[in-house]
């Protein structure tokens, strides 16, 4: 059993074809079917079943799947941080959520090359949960993101707590009220944006009951992010719609469409349409995390967070000092 024999049966079942499992791997359907074959031969164990169309994993196939691919994915880990801590990468590669380029995130890169003019830094915009995955693959040096990771590869920390903001269309009879309750929102629609969801761990379990009032035991955590706001003081909005991301979120509120909770650091987007106003709950905030791998750290990271804190005194943001170790 080899690394080329077990890449080639994650192909093959991923992809449920040895043609486009040839394609992805780039081998000959021959050449991928010996390495499936001697594998086979090896554990004198039968993995694919061939006489289906798409192929299947056997039950044996399944169960040595489910176990050999997350060992595949923590050896490509390993392997990608070895080569990176042979050969640092000199530009430093930004990951970041679009919600957090609306804040102060452009101030902070120009204080942070304004102080290190040498600092060659990327720019991507990728989601908190593909964040973790970019940089266990070396496709960025550090993120920032909404959502708190519990993963043995990554360290995070906390920069602060952006209040989020009710965004309203501005014929709303409420787009005027300067400071909302949760509660004054629940006969509204409640646009969800958010594709990364909470952990089932700190997620609320709602209770509905049925029509005889008795408590629904089939209800599931709640893991969205604003209904699991709404959840924490007993709230469940009349109606929810969901969509791709907050842009479009945003789009639909314009409209007319519905609410929506944001980052106060977006409150000055189509502003002509939309009204933004306060909530008075003091934990209805969203988080900024930074997150980085834990073995290896860029050597430009603690400037960048020389940088963001620079910033946050500039601008009066409270926040706690931290380090990556």
């Known amino acids: 059993m080899d690394l080329k024999q077990l890449n ?3 192909a093959i ?3 449920q074809s040895f043609s486009a499992a040839a394609k992805a791997t780039g081998l000959s359907q021959p050449s991928l079917s010996r390495q499936l074959k001697q594998l086979e031969a090896d554990m004198d164990v039968m993995l694919i079943d061939r006489y289906h169309r798409p192929l299947q994993l056997t039950e044996a196939g399944q169960f040595f799947y489910d176990k050999v691919s997350s060992v595949l994915i923590e050896l490509n880990t390993i392997t990608s941080m070895t080569k990176r801590l042979a050969a640092p990468s000199t530009a430093l590669n930004i990951g970041f959520v679009p919600s957090v380029l609306y804040g102060h995130l452009p101030e902070i890169i120009a204080s942070l090359k304004q102080q290190n003019p040498d600092i060659d830094v990327t720019l991507k915009d990728i989601s908190s949960y593909q964040q973790v995955e970019a940089l266990k693959a070396g496709e960025i040096d550090i993120g920032f993101g909404r959502f708190a990771y519990q993963d043995s590869w990554i360290q995070q920390i906390l920069l602060r707590h952006e209040r989020y903001l009710v965004a309203l269309p501005k014929a709303h009879p409420r787009a005027h009220t300067k400071e909302l309750r949760l509660i004054d929102l629940a006969d509204n629609r ?3 944006y958010h594709q990364t969801h909470l952990p089932v761990s700190t997620a609320i379990t ?8 008795r408590p629904d035991n089939e209800s599931l955590p709640i893991t969205e ?3 699991h706001l709404f959840a924490q003081y007993g709230i469940t909005p009349l109606m929810t719609t969901e969509v791709s991301d907050l842009q479009v979120a945003l789009g639909l509120v314009a409209a007319g469409e519905g609410i929506t909770l944001v980052p106060a650091s977006l409150k000055t987007v189509r502003t002509e349409q939309i009204s ?8 209805a905030t969203s988080p900024i995390y930074l997150h980085t791998l834990k073995d290896v750290v860029h050597p430009n990271i603690s400037n960048l967070l ?17 380090r990556f170790v």
């Open 206 to 213: 709602s209770v509905p009951t049925t029509k005889n009032g």
């Open 276 to 283: 933004y106003q306060r909530l008075i709950h003091e934990n």
């Open 306 to 322: 020389s940088a963001i804190y620079q910033v946050y005194e500039q601008r009066g943001i409270t926040y706690r000092r931290q």
């Open 13 to 15: 079942a991923e992809l």
């Open 190 to 192: 409640l646009i969800l």
């Open 225 to 227: 992010p604003l209904l």
């Open 8 to 10: 080639a049966f994650i």
